[in-house]
């Protein structure tokens, strides 16, 4: 057990090591939907659509009971309108017990439900098939049903199925009506269902219907909107089941059209599915707005680019002039800081050459060199002592001295004029006495020379 664990403890480690490091060094949330399906990273930095979408909240179900009885189908010869059947069968909002099919000929209807799939998923199990006239049911029809979905609603037909559901006492009811021929027939249709107290109701128009599969592109507007256009059969027969098992579609009514050139359904949708919306999740979603709440995400992100753009032109257009303006301020600052510079150093020059002038004046006074009064001696040497003045200073920043500058100190220039002047007027000295004469030796002798 022990060497398992180990084992296990090095395969975690090993693939922890293995982890990208954008995974672990920036911050995802992790979302999927409520039955296992999808996965939606969202960064720090959201989009649009994840700033209005940031993962499938929990559906609010809607009280379908145990029963549910479908009309308006198993008419044509060219289908088998099993599709219904297997969306109030296979969704699991659903917990219905019985589903019932109502029809003009139950043989018929038989014929076109009782498939090897139909077997084979269950469906037949839960089927009970009804016979009656014009596709509506009556109050006896419906004495046990708790939801009744009517495919195929007219202006002709809706009053008396909402007053025959009211009488049974039928939870819900929901109602397809396809390419209604005015709004003034989708407001008549509407005002009988809403009439059905306490039944809750939803109506659904939309365009023509054509074969096809679902998962088309689509958008769901205001009940009286117009309907034009045509939607696959299998795409209005999803969002009218899923009208019976969500609660945001209780008592209300929409219209649903198909959306294949709206690039923003288009992409709202694709969103929607990429982060593992449901078709229960999304439809839901549709039916409470979501795609109005984008576009305006849009249209708000949009003007403040729009915003954000306007204010760098308007930027760049001031930027010539601003930059104008700092060139001649910058000029105007160089030129005054030139001339402060230059008024300080005279300042300067001014001030040390007042030093040193002074200082030559005390020790030329004690020495008593000079009868001049202080502030006289100074005026009359300032320009002198402004050259000394600028050649120490040049001198202490270490400057190059020009050859004009190149000028004696006034102490060694006295002691040079003084050595000049004894060059010139030497002082008178003795003779010196004159030498003994040499003695000589004279070769040759044997006494010494005198």
């Given at each position: 057990m ?47 659509l ?62 076109r ?31 046990d049903?708790?939801s ?9 037909t ?98 649903v ?43 708000e ?6 915003m954000?753009?306007k ?71 300032m ?7 600028i050649r120490m ?58």
């Amino acid at each position: 057990m022990k060497l398992f664990t180990s084992i296990l403890l090095t395969n975690l480690a090993l693939t922890a090591s293995f982890v990208p490091k954008a995974l672990t060094k920036n911050a995802f949330v992790l979302r999927a939907g409520i039955d296992g399906g999808g996965l939606n990273l969202v960064d720090k930095e959201t989009s649009t659509l994840d700033s209005v979408n940031v993962g499938p909240d929990p559906i609010k179900p809607r009280t379908s009971g145990k029963t549910v009885l479908v009309s308006g189908l198993l008419q044509s010869k060219d289908r088998t309108d099993q599709t219904t059947f297997d969306f109030l069968k296979d969704n699991p909002l659903f917990s219905f017990e019985k589903i019932i099919a109502f029809c003009e000929d139950i043989s018929f209807a038989k014929k076109r439900l009782t498939s090897r799939s139909a077997r084979y998923s269950g469906l037949l199990d839960m089927l009970e098939f009804r016979e009656g006239t014009n596709g509506v049911p009556t109050v006896e029809d419906l004495k046990d049903v708790d939801s009744h979905v009517a495919y195929g609603i007219s202006e002709d037909t809706a009053g008396q199925i909402a007053e025959n559901a009211a009488k049974a006492g039928v939870k819900n009811l929901v109602a397809l009506m396809e390419a209604p021929a005015s709004s003034a027939a989708v407001e008549s249709v509407l005002s009988s269902l809403s009439s059905a107290s306490p039944v809750s109701y939803t109506l659904l128009t939309v365009p023509s219907i054509a074969d096809g599969s679902e998962g088309k592109p689509y958008r769901v507007n205001s009940v009286t909107s117009d309907v034009g256009g045509t939607i696959p059969r299998d795409e209005a027969l999803r969002i009218m089941t899923e009208c019976l098992a969500l609660d945001c579609a209780s008592s209300n009514s929409y219209s649903v059209v198909a959306a294949d050139t709206d690039e923003v359904a288009v992409e709202y949708l694709k969103d929607l599915r990429s982060k593992g919306y449901t078709r229960s999740q999304e439809i839901e979603k549709m039916l409470e707005g979501g795609i109005e709440t984008f576009e305006v995400a849009v249209k708000e992100k949009e003007d403040e680019a729009a915003m954000k753009a306007k204010k760098e032109e308007e930027f760049k257009k001031g930027a010539g002039a601003r930059s104008l303006s700092r060139e001649e301020e910058i000029k105007q600052l160089l030129a005054k800081g030139k001339q402060e510079y230059k008024e300080m150093m005279e300042k300067k020059v001014k001030e040390e050459a007042s030093d040193i002038l002074r200082r030559e004046w005390r020790e030329k006074y004690f020495a008593r060199n000079t009868s001049s009064p202080e502030e006289e001696y100074v005026a009359e040497n300032m320009e002198r002592g402004m050259k000394e003045a600028i050649r120490m200073i040049k001198m202490l920043k270490g400057e190059k001295l020009d050859d004009d500058e190149q000028e004696e100190h006034w102490m060694d220039r006295e002691e040079r004029e003084a050595r000049e002047q004894e060059e010139k007027n030497p002082e008178p000295t003795e003779d010196p006495e004159p030498a003994p004469p040499a003695a000589t030796k004279v070769e040759g002798g044997d006494g010494e020379g005198v």
